[in-house]
């Protein structure tokens, strides 16, 4: 069963028009992490929550902002797509701050976004 | 600061055969953990081991091992008896204290028949 579950797989959506992606986690996790994974790129950290604590990435562009309302729930809102926003959106849970703990990642499958 | 390397954009082997995937890190942290992480084409990433810094001996998960060199700060990957199905990204990373994971660049494996 899906433990971490992106939705929708593939989104596209036009230059300058919102959009928002969703993440759900069925772990009870604390930390739920958005990261940017452009091709044949390693994934890039955007910003993670811990429980409700927003952690933001000091090079994460303002266009990008996160919601947690609630511990299953994380989006990742995009205000004004550009054509570089285009890549894979990974989300990601942990028990704890890894450092804290030895637990890895919990990945979903990723949203695939594409900007005409 | 950490840093992760991989110097192998791309590798191929032959099926059934033994292929080592290169990683070197940089950390001031005493304590860290390392992973490896695989991503298939259009599928999730899936932790495939993982090794703690003060463990001196080598990880171990079935036909996946690594190779731990702490004063070199080296970290490779050893998949033995290559199958298709190990045909993806595999991703080297460190994490220490409250850091999010560090990512390197990724190692394209081709697993050919």
């Known amino acids: 069963d899906a433990m971490v579950i992106q939705n929708p797989r593939y989104q596209v959506t036009q230059f300058g028009k919102p959009v928002t992606l969703s993440c759900s986690q069925t772990?009870?996790?604390?930390?739920m992490y958005w990261y940017q994974q452009k091709s044949s790129q390693a994934p890039k950290l955007l910003f993670h929550y811990y429980d409700k604590d927003f952690n933001n990435e000091a090079d994460t562009p303002d266009n990008f902002q996160s919601r947690r309302p609630n511990t299953s729930f994380c989006f990742l809102d995009i205000r004004s797509p550009g054509l570089g926003d285009a890549a894979m959106y990974l989300c990601a849970t942990s028990r704890d701050l890894l450092g804290d703990s030895n637990q890895p990642q919990h990945f979903g499958d990723g949203t695939r976004l594409s900007i005409l | 600061a950490q840093t992760v390397t991989q110097s192998q954009p791309e590798m191929s082997v032959q099926e059934a055969e033994t292929v080592t995937l290169s990683c070197t890190y940089d950390?001031?942290?005493?304590?860290?953990?390392l992973f490896w992480y695989k991503q298939p084409p259009s599928r999730q990433m899936i932790l495939v081991i993982r090794?703690?810094?003060?463990?001196?001996q080598n990880a171990t998960e079935n036909r996946f091992s690594v190779n731990f060199q702490k004063a070199a700060k080296s970290f490779s990957l050893k998949i033995s008896d290559s199958q298709l199905g190990d045909t993806a990204m595999y991703f080297c990373a460190s994490l220490s204290g409250n850091t999010p994971l560090v990512f390197g660049k990724g190692t394209r494996l081709s697993v050919i028949a």
């Open positions: 772990l009870n996790h604390n930390v």
């Open positions: 090794q703690e810094a003060y463990k001196q």
């Open positions: 950390t001031s942290e005493n304590n860290y953990y």
